[in-house]
């Protein structure tokens, strides 16, 4: 028992090994309620239809194979079309059949109307994958917005093909220390001004200009540095030189791309040009350490490493496994996002923070892009060639390689 005053002991957590179906069946048995795997009040004695997994039709009568929510696939039952009250998931049912058989080119093929027999196993396979996929995808959309700490939602959307969640990835909002780097993220100082706009604002201090207009577009040239008021400053959260530090504005979705670029980001709504978009943030680790995990991403054909080389080559930024939205942007040649490096409470110049702003406006809908080679600037050792990225980006100047 804990002393009084005593903090409370933290709970540990492990994996559980126990599949989901034999956890959902020993919380029915047991009459236990757990919302993580599905089981609640509202379903726990009752029958809530998931997803659909086959269909037939026998004797003029429509019947589906229901896999019922909360509980095992053990339990799924064939019903007729008059008990079902699900259209959107009658209707997702239809367009993964449709997409299945225009995948193998028999768009033309229908399943006999009159046959009892269900869909061949191949198409229903594809089908029960596929609302797997997007029972996944959206819990991993749920675990995104509950991680993000900014104003705009995340979304996530895979019309492309079967690909799930990342396994191996943690979200995050800010730089996460490897061990024995330490982050110094409490400011000295700050400024009193009434009006940063006027007054001898950090910029101004710092031997810079201030980077905002009162549109809260940047205005200064890239490779300026920007620095923002800070936690020790007077003036509020209403401050005009307070932009980055607020985080996403704007509602950005996560993609399937169908271009072979894997997952990338577009964003669900119009932004102006010169506007913050986002932060680029991942584990900060030593140049060093980059170099042994560059040779091993150069293998793999991927590329998160982003050197902080504003001052030094000392740190560098890994977004491999810990991220943000960031992580997902893909390369562009011709690209819709630029870098800066930017300064708050941590005013150590070879840390800065990096901020991705639009060089111009764009659309709702659109992908967003920013050029790798303006970050990824490790020299391999030279008894080590380093393997090319072929780049996809399709633009007219597209320079042929990531790196």
């Known amino acids: 028992m804990a002393a009084a005053g005593a903090e409370a002991p933290r709970a540990w957590c492990v994996p559980c090994l126990v599949s989901l179906d034999t956890l959902q069946e020993l919380c029915r048995k047991e009459q236990l309620t757990c919302k993580s795997i599905g089981i609640t009040k509202r379903n726990l004695n009752n029958y809530e239809v998931e997803y659909l997994c ?7 009568v429509e019947y589906y194979l229901v896999k019922w929510k909360g509980w095992p696939e053990s339990t799924n039952t064939w019903e007729p079309l008059r008990n079902l009250r699900c ?7 239809s367009s993964d059949k449709s997409t299945y058989l225009s995948l193998v080119k028999k768009g033309k093929a229908n399943t006999p109307k009159n ?3 269900p869909l061949p196993p191949a198409v229903s396979e594809y089908i029960v994958r596929k609302a ?10 749920d675990y995104l917005n509950r991680r993000k700490n900014h104003k705009g939602m995340i979304f996530v959307e895979n019309t492309v093909d079967l690909e799930g969640p990342p396994l191996d990835f943690y979200y995050i909002n800010e730089y996460r220390p490897a061990p024995g780097i330490i982050l110094n993220n409490e400011a000295t100082f700050g400024c009193s001004c009434t009006d940063c706009f006027f007054e001898k604002c950090c910029p101004i201090e710092a031997g810079v200009v201030l980077a905002y207009n009162k549109n809260q577009q940047i205005k200064v040239k890239p490779g300026t540095p920007i620095y923002e008021c800070n936690s020790r400053c007077q003036c509020g959260p209403d401050c005009p030189n307070r932009i980055v530090q607020k985080g996403t504005q704007y509602s950005l979705c996560i993609f399937r791309t169908s271009n072979g670029c894997g997952w990338g980001v577009k964003t669900l709504v119009k932004i102006k040009k010169m506007s913050f978009v986002m932060e680029y943030v991942g584990e900060v680790i030593t140049s060093e350490e980059a170099e042994r995990r560059g040779q091993l991403y150069d293998n793999q ?9 504003y001052e030094s080559d000392e740190f560098t930024v890994d977004a491999a496994r810990y991220g943000n939205v960031s992580h ?3 390369h562009s040649c011709d690209p819709n996002l630029q870098v800066f490096n930017v300064f708050i409470d941590n005013l150590d110049t070879r840390l ?7 060089t111009r406006t764009i659309k709702a809908g659109e992908e967003l892009t920013f050029d790798y080679q303006m970050k990824d600037s490790i020299d391999h050792s030279p008894a080590k060639k380093r393997i090319r990225t072929e780049c996809k980006c399709g633009a007219e100047t597209c320079r042929g390689y990531l790196n």
Do not use: E
């Not at 054909?301 to 080389?309: A, Q, R, S």
């Not at 800065?352 to 639009?358: D, E, M, Q, Y």
């Open 54 to 60: 086959d269909y037939k039709v026998v004797k003029g």
């Open 87 to 93: 259209p959107q998931l009658l209707q997702q049912f």
């Open 115 to 117: 046959s009892s027999k």
């Open 132 to 141: 797997k996929q997007r029972i996944a995808l959206q819990r991993w959309q």
């Open 301 to 309: 054909g991927i590329t998160y490493l982003f050197d902080l080389d």
């Open 328 to 330: 997902f942007v893909n």
């Open 352 to 358: 800065p923070r990096i901020a991705l702003f639009s």
